[in-house]
């Protein structure tokens, strides 16, 4: 059931009523660094752009600055291609960061069974989703060179249609009627729903990867390329338009339009990355960027460069209130913009982070940008990538259990993430158990 629309709906309404014009409160001598071209000093100096932008599309952007970016890409309507775009790419950042998420939680799990059917199943599927994460562009470090033994493996296994997946799998396939295997038909929809090209047609996707693919014993195996098939569809649907002018940038991690329109690209897309200029362009010191992105996995550089990054806003924010026009301080105040662009901006960044091997310092960063007045919330201050990197940076600092509060959050907005959230919550047994039996033996 979709629950109702919370409060930040009618701040959305009533900003986009009052956004009408209206002159600015003080001119000052001189703005803070980067203010001045930024998107947030666009909106208070002139509203009546931002009720232009929208007009056409309202309920498309009412979704996605409360983090319904599903609800936004169902919408259709000429007028809705940039804020469909928009929405896509999120989406798109988001289901890659689960994909990485499952695929791990799948080697670790994998990694704690001996070599029987439950472990050979484990396998199979945990290199499948390597495999394909790797073939996308995201670097591992495990060891999937030489024969394919994990397929040698699971060509002998005795669970239903793992040997014919693995035939299937192998570099010298034999030809497999799909029909007579739900694994395999499996496959075929993957493929099937990529080659569609269109969110529309996901509807049978996500009704089929809520069921286990294997139930071995007490583990339930989930589809592995699930969050990769729907990061490809919606990256594949951000492309099919370029957006421009104000829509590129409202609630984006990127400060102004130009460093927004640069970001269209497909790493962005996939990993939620943000680059060093995007920092430097808010204001921040570049030695203080390069010795977040150029050190070790310190937490004492990542506070820091929260504690920066608040600095700056908030004499943005303080800027922005002077010099505001009445409408536009409505705006300012009523969608959060400049809360809203430090939660982008920092889950970003924590999403970097986690991408150049730094998952203490992505977790760090993640905690400080949680809007603990709804921690347990997709908002526009708490973003729905926010979980997932919430997630998967606990998972990497081996914090599984913690991982799971953040995936139960995601869980009640996207269904699909039971896959995820099933997997990561297997692991988290499985080494609760581990646990108990070593604290037994000393």
Known sequence: MRKAPKKNYMSFVLATLVACGGQAVEELDELPFGFEGSTINTLITEPALFQAEIQDSRDAWVAIHRGDLTEAVALSGEALANSRARAAAELSSLHYRLAQIQAEALVSLAETQSPTARGTALSLLSHIAIHEMSDAGFSYNFNLEGDYPWLTEALDSNVDHVSAAAVYLHPENQAIP??????????????????????????????????????????????????????????????????????????????????????????????????????IEIGLESGVVSAMLEGEDDLQTARTLVHHVDEVLDGWRNVALRTASPDGAALLTSLSLVENLRAKLLVSVAGNLLNLERPHQALAIAQATLDITNPREVSSTNPALLFAVLAHAQLRTGHTREALDALEVLSENFPSVITVDETVGDLAVVEGLHRIGDSKEL
Request: aromatic share 6%; charged share 20%; net charge negative.
């Open 178 to 279: 799909v029909e007579d295997n739900p694994f395999l038909q499996r496959l075929s929809m993957h493929g099937e729903a990529i080659e569609a090209r269109d969110t529309g047609s996901l509807q049978a996707l996500y009704e089929a990867v809520r069921a286990p693919l294997w139930e071995l014993g007490s583990i339930r195996l989930y589809d592995p390329q699930t969050h990769f098939t729907l990061g490809n569809i919606y990256q594949l649907e951000a492309e099919k338009h370029q957006v421009t002018g104000l829509s590129s940038a409202l609630f984006s991690p990127c400060p102004n339009q130009i460093s927004a329109q640069s970001s269209s690209n497909p790493n962005v897309l996939r990993n939620g990355d943000t680059c060093a200029d995007q920092l």
